[in-house]
């Protein structure tokens, strides 16, 4: 498969690192996809950076658009260090810190994807608080895995549930990636 020449560099990153949970390519499509659709001034929130790879997708979704602010946290120094390494626009913005303390300083946007536990499994409220009306939210690998602890599947029902029962928000699920959940947020 021929890949974008971002998301060519952060494989060969994750690669090097050994760094094993980066977005897949599905979730990555999707992404982009809904990068391109973010009005113009937008801004975006990815959750857990990794080593750039889902950053890399939602880069490549918005081309050559200059008019787009696009956040991404990771709590790992080392991992953040790895994705600083990357050739990133002047409008990508990598932060590491804990999602928790800095998500109230950061504002509101219009597409969130919340790639690690803080902001998914541990304050999910904040996240979708920070969504701005008609913003798109992208939470992923909510498939439970039998070779992973038990109370990891729980988190994930939880935010499953919560997800697909919040009253703010029009949600689609979609199985055949790593269970995604696609939410809208009302006006």
């Known amino acids: 498969m021929n890949y974008p020449a971002g998301v060519s560099a952060a494989r060969q990153r994750a690669a090097r690192a050994g760094f094993e949970h980066s977005c897949d390519d599905g979730t990555g499509r999707l992404l982009a996809v809904l990068a391109a659709a973010v009005p113009e001034g ?15 997708w939602m880069v490549h979704g918005l081309g050559s658009r200059m008019d787009v602010e696009l956040v991404t946290v990771e709590f790992d120094a080392s991992s953040a260090a790895i994705a600083a390494g990357g050739a990133w626009p002047t409008y990508v913005q990598l932060i590491c810190g804990d999602i928790n303390e800095l998500i109230p300083t950061l504002g509101t946007f219009d597409l969130i994807f ?7 499994w541990t304050g999910l409220d904040r996240t979708i608080s920070s969504l701005r009306p008609r913003g798109v939210l992208v939470v992923d690998d909510l498939i439970p895995k039998p070779d992973q602890p ?5 988190y994930l029902a939880r935010t499953q549930e919560k997800l ?8 689609v699920e979609i199985a ?4 995604v959940i696609v939410a809208a947020k009302l006006a």
């Open 150 to 154: 038990e109370e990891w599947n729980r």
């Open 164 to 171: 697909l029962s919040h009253p703010d928000l029009v949600t």
């Open 114 to 120: 919340p790639d690690a536990p803080a902001g998914k």
């Open 176 to 179: 055949d990636l790593t269970g």
């Open 42 to 56: 937008g801004r975006i929130l990815e959750i857990g950076t990794g080593v750039g790879m889902g950053c890399a």
